[in-house]
């Protein structure tokens, strides 16, 4: 279900809701069979975003909601394909803003997808198949830094334990890979598994995640 939460007191005063009265269909409206899910949603200022996917047609497409009035109302927002960009298969699974550039991760089983927006509105996909991310990766979650975008997440292959990965852009076009060797997470009594969440305030970036203790 979707729920809103919102207060206009100082100090704030917060009123939860089920939103069904928001996400409404119009009167009348006949079901065509297909159902939406939403995967992330980001804040900036009054603007709202919500990015997910809608299924029931021959393939998964992507579907982003946005509100420019803190979540009182709601629209679609457009999304155009780059030229040279994958079309299809890939929904947003990741979100982040700032004022002014927006940018959202998603993946098939064979290659990552990027959006980026300037202002939540209006969405382009842009061309992937970048070599810093991996058919096994996992992104947990995105955040934005002074300097960049930062993803967090792990890397598992069959059977094998997770191990972490972070990656860095500058642009979300172009990525930097950071596991192995190049990653180095100080740990006490144990092994640094999956990381789960990610956070970043101007040149400070914190990341938590899994401890695998050892000798389990």
């Known amino acids: 279900g979707v729920y809103t939460l919102t207060s206009n007191d100082t100090p704030p005063t917060p009123t939860t809701g089920i939103a069904d009265s928001i996400f ?16 992330a949603v980001e804040a900036v200022g009054s603007t709202v975003v919500a990015a997910g996917s809608e299924h029931g047609f021959a393939r998964s497409r992507p579907r982003i ?4 009035d803190a979540g009182v109302s709601w629209q679609v927002a457009g999304i155009r394909t780059e030229p040279g960009a994958n079309a299809g298969g890939a929904v947003p699974l990741n979100l982040v803003g700032t004022s002014g550039a927006w940018l ?29 991310f991996h058919s096994t990766d996992h992104i947990q979650q995105l955040a934005r830094s002074a300097q960049a975008y ?49 956070a970043a305030a101007k040149e400070t970036v914190l990341v938590a995640g899994d401890i695998r203790k050892s000798g389990k």
């Open 24 to 39: 409404t269909s119009a009167p009348g409206a006949a079901s065509d069979g297909s159902h939406q899910v939403i995967n």
């Open 104 to 132: 959202a991760l998603g993946r098939t089983s064979d290659h990552m997808a990027a959006w980026r927006s300037g202002d939540g509105r209006s969405w382009t996909k842009i061309k992937d198949g970048t070599s810093a």
């Open 65 to 68: 909601l946005v509100s420019q």
């Open 150 to 198: 930062v993803a967090a997440g792990y890397r598992q292959e069959g059977d094998a334990a997770e191990s972490p990965v972070i990656w860095l852009s500058s642009d979300g076009t172009s990525w930097e890979r950071f596991d192995g060797g190049k990653l180095r997470l100080p740990v006490k009594g144990g092994t640094v598994g999956a990381l789960r969440y990610v």
